[in-house]
Antibody, heavy 120, light 113 residues
Framework: EAQLVESGGGLVHPGGSLRLSCAASGFSFSTYWMHWVRQVPGKGLVWVGYINSDGSETECVDSVKGRFIITRDKSRNTVYLAMNSLRAEDTAVYYC?????????????WGQGTTVTVSS | DIVMTQSPLSLPVTPGEPASISCRSSRSLLHSNGYNYLDWYLQKPGQSPQLLIYLGSYRASGVPDRFSGIGSGTDFTLQISRVEAEDVGVYYCMHPLLTPTWTFGQGTKVEIK
């Protein structure tokens, strides 16, 4: 069964850094794009960014561009979200999700989420 | 960037009755390959989002056939033929086109009357 498990969330001061991990299992990791989606408590979903299947392409929303970096490690079947210069407005639950390359089947597997709190 | 607008934002429903949610895109989501790049997701209370519909009208694996997606171009609708109590939660539409980013709608909260 395909599974994604996020980790690395926690409390960080404004201006600080944090790296989230998303460990994949039960599927061929290298054939999927991986995405990060966040949700401020009580608010809607926001797509943060993605990395393509071989790690050669990434894209992020403007609000995190230049501060967040998405990478992947095929040997560990893990995707990372490195977050720098964190702000209070980055406080959210962060989910990772996958989408297939080739034919598109939606974001069909999601993790359980990891909580990031940016506060002094 | 493409803007996704859902309506209504809140939808009280009666079990056994039909329900529908609208999603409008600021640009056409009809790709040159003939597919509409529009997904629907449901986030049940306390859970991660789950995929319901992809490419406008294709039900994801395990999704009950009471859920259906219709529409093309800029106007889409999620229909529930007969609402069940387990369908409560927040429904989101999303466009999966790198223009350059993907975008969710604001969400529609469905609750039992």
């Amino acid at each position: 069964e395909a599974q994604l498990v996020e980790s690395g969330g926690g409390l960080v001061h404004p201006g600080g850094s944090l790296r989230l991990s998303c460990a994949a299992s039960g599927f061929s990791f290298s054939t999927y794009w991986m995405h990060w989606v966040r949700q401020v408590p009580g608010k809607g979903l926001v797509w943060v960014g993605y990395i393509n299947s071989d790690g050669s392409e990434t894209e992020c929303v403007d609000s995190v561009k230049g501060r967040f970096i998405i990478t992947r490690d095929k040997s560990r079947n893990t995707v990372y979200l490195a977050m720098n210069s964190l702000r209070a407005e980055d406080t959210a639950v962060y989910y990772c999700a996958r989408s297939a390359t080739g034919y598109y089947y939606g974001l069909d597997v999601w993790g359980q989420g990891t909580t990031v709190t940016v506060s002094s | 960037d493409i803007v996704m607008t859902q309506s209504p934002l809140s939808l009280p429903v009666t079990p056994g009755e039909p329900a529908s949610i609208s999603c409008r895109s600021s640009r056409s989501l009809l790709h040159s390959n003939g597919y509409n790049y529009l997904d629907w997701y449901l986030q049940k209370p306390g859970q991660s989002p789950q995929l319901l519909i992809y490419l406008g009208s294709y039900r994801a694996s395990g999704v009950p056939d009471r859920f259906s997606g219709i529409g093309s171009g800029t106007d889409f609708t999620l229909q529930i033929s007969r609402v069940e109590a387990e369908d409560v939660g927040v429904y989101y539409c999303m466009h999966p086109l790198l223009t350059p980013t993907w975008t969710f709608g604001q969400g529609t909260k469905v609750e039992i009357k």
